[in-house]
């Protein structure tokens, strides 16, 4: 099955700062997506990047991506206290098949 | 409003009384799936349907069986529940290469 692996495992960042998480995957894909999740709460939906796009904005997220290094980033800009969650890559094949996830990067904003 | 929910939210039972996690959709999505999420663990693949009557193993399927009747609901069966299936359960649903909509969860405790 195709998953994401997260890097770092945990981020502790005050508030205000940027953050920025990484994401390596291994086969080829069609989009990639990052996913919150809250504590205990079910994952939520951020942001999509296709493979023919490099550079991607919404808010104060931005995310990367190179298909040649199989790996992506997200950024969040001016963090706050709210921006607390664990964040998930999901590298999508394009057809529904095996979808996993990997473990996550924890974000810990200090107010 | 596009959701996915599932019911119980919080269950707490004995070993061996069998229980059912359902789990609904109402975007017409083709593709549900359902995952485990332990600490350290991350989030881990049980079953997926592609469609009705299509059903398949994710990565942890023992001690659990799926039904996919009709294309909304997506029933999780655990048939003779044992501790180690204590953990937060999490249902959802896709479209053809697009972001997973997910359940709030459902919090299992096996007894």
């Known amino acids: 099955s195709q998953q994401g692996e997260e890097d770092p495992q945990a981020l502790s960042i005050q508030e205000g700062e940027n953050a920025t998480m990484n994401c390596s995957y291994k086969t080829s894909i069609n989009n990639l997506q990052w996913y919150r999740q809250n504590s205990g709460r079910g994952l939520v939906h951020l942001i999509l990047?296709?493979?023919?796009?490099r550079e991607k904005h919404s808010g104060r997220l931005r995310v990367t991506l190179d298909t040649s290094k199989k790996s992506s980033s997200l950024l969040i800009t001016a963090s706050r206290a709210a921006d607390t969650a664990s964040y998930f890559c999901h590298p999508h094949p394009g057809s529904n098949y095996k979808l996993t996830f990997g473990k996550g990067t924890l974000l810990t904003v200090n107010p | 409003e596009a959701q996915v929910t599932q019911n119980p939210r919080y269950l707490i039972t004995v070993t061996g009384k069998k229980l059912t996690v359902t789990c609904s959709q109402n975007m017409n999505h083709e593709y549900m799936s359902w995952y485990r999420q332990d600490p350290g663990l991350g989030l881990r693949q049980i079953y997926y349907s592609m469609n009705v009557e299509v059903t398949d193993k994710g990565d942890v399927p023992e001690g659990y069986k799926v039904s996919r009747k009709e294309k909304r609901n997506f029933p999780l069966i655990l048939e003779s529940p044992s501790p180690n299936q204590t953990s937060l359960y999490f249902c959802?649903?896709?479209?053809?290469?697009?972001?997973?909509?997910f359940g709030p969860g459902t919090r299992l405790t096996v007894l």
């Open positions: 959802a649903s896709n479209g053809a290469g697009d972001e997973q909509f």
């Open positions: 990047i296709r493979s023919n796009e």
